[in-house]
């Protein structure tokens, strides 16, 4: 156990001291992240409210799609993005391999069937008398659409947590995509998994403290949402 400790103590010391290594790996991941979620709600919102909202032919079959998606392995998105932006794919001459705009294009995909679902669950699970009550008041469609929307927004964030989850702490698509290159594409669960595999104890620990931390305040916000929302 002492190894452990002595780890703990070093990877203070590395968070403190300001370790350029670590605190790049910690920076690429934020820039990364933010990135990928604010791409995955602008394509996921609008998705998952058409889904939960509207009533079109193949709903059923889109929404168990969608659903079958939430449990995509990251290795095999990162797999189909790797093909795809390869030099041999099709989309090789636009040079997204080992970038972070190629990185961000995977985690997208894991995170989008997280927002479409979630955000349809909110809009669906709101009280159909809203729409009765509106349309009495005579509020047209685009109205109709905003007012469920709005009263759908807790639901909505609890889906941004979620995602935001799902992408920090995906290693499949970071390794495969980004190529884990010091510097450039390095994040903070690549670094952990490449510093361990060197022993470099006090640096992984350094670095899972932080992924810890963020993901302390990612379900801390997320468990405020749901009690946000069921009041």
């Known amino acids: 156990m002492d190894y452990i400790a002595e780890g703990v103590l070093q990877a203070l010391s590395l968070l403190l001291a300001g370790d350029e290594e670590t605190w790049d790996a910690i920076f690429t991941t934020m820039k990364l992240s933010s990135l990928s979620i604010a791409a995955s709600l602008a394509l996921g919102i609008p998705l998952g409210f058409l889904l939960g909202y509207a009533e079109f032919p193949g709903k059923k079959i889109c929404r168990a ?47 989008l069937p997280v927002v479409v679902a979630m955000t349809a669950t909110a809009v669906e699970s709101l009280d159909r008398r809203l729409s009765l009550t509106l349309l009495t008041l ?25 995602a935001y989850g799902r992408i920090i702490s995906e290693v499949g698509v970071s390794m495969m995509i980004g190529g884990n290159i010091k510097w450039h594409t390095r994040t903070i ?43």
Request: proline share 3%; hydrophobic share 55%; net charge positive.
């Open 65 to 111: 799609v969608v659903d079958t998606l939430l449990a995509l392995p990251t290795v095999v998105v990162g797999l189909l993005v790797y093909a795809f932006i390869s030099r041999r794919g099709p989309l090789g001459e636009l040079g997204l391999l080992f970038t972070l705009p190629g990185v961000a294009i995977g985690q997208v995909i894991l995170a």
């Open 189 to 231: 669960t690549t670094a952990i998994t490449l510093e361990t595999g060197k022993g470099e104890f006090a640096m992984g620990v350094a670095l899972g403290l932080v992924l810890l931390l963020v993901a302390f305040l990612v379900n801390g916000s997320a468990s405020l949402l749901r009690r946000r929302g069921r009041a």
């Open 138 to 162: 005579g509020a047209g469609r685009s109205q109709l659409a905003l007012a469920s929307l709005l009263e759908s927004r807790y639901g909505v964030l609890l889906a941004a947590a979620s």
